[in-house]
């Protein structure tokens, strides 16, 4: 079991910034496809964000709703996916879980509330 540490969630309020991170060892880092999903309460999972490497360039992709404001980054230097949320909205509400190849982080809560 490869184990995905994530970190960065936590309460915000609306309009507010979070960067979330998951930090990955080196052997499974270089996988091809990695991303961001989240599952907010009653709802199914969705996928928010993706990067799948290629030998020209890396491939982003974003959820509809999240388009604008999130942004998915990789640092292949300290092996460490990241998620950074700006213009936080209560609808964003979610355990957001990391993905890498198939392998799955614990997923840490996010919170947007006044």
Do not use: H
Request: glycine letters at 12%; charged letters at 15%; aromatic letters at 8%.
């Amino acid at each position: 079991q490869v184990q995905l540490v994530e970190s960065g969630g936590g309460l915000v309020q609306p309009g507010g910034s979070l960067r979330l991170s998951c930090a990955a060892p080196g052997s499974i880092f270089s996988r091809n496809a990695m991303g961001w999903y989240r599952q907010a309460p009653g709802k199914q999972r969705e996928g928010v964000a993706s990067i799948t490497r290629t030998a020209r360039a890396d491939y982003i992709n974003y959820a509809d709703s999240v388009k604008g404001r999130f942004t998915i980054s990789r640092d292949n230097a300290k092996n460490t996916l990241y998620l950074q949320m700006n213009s936080l909205k209560p609808e964003d509400t979610a355990v957001y879980y990391c993905v890498i190849g198939t392998n799955w982080g614990q997923g840490t809560q996010v919170t947007v509330s006044s």
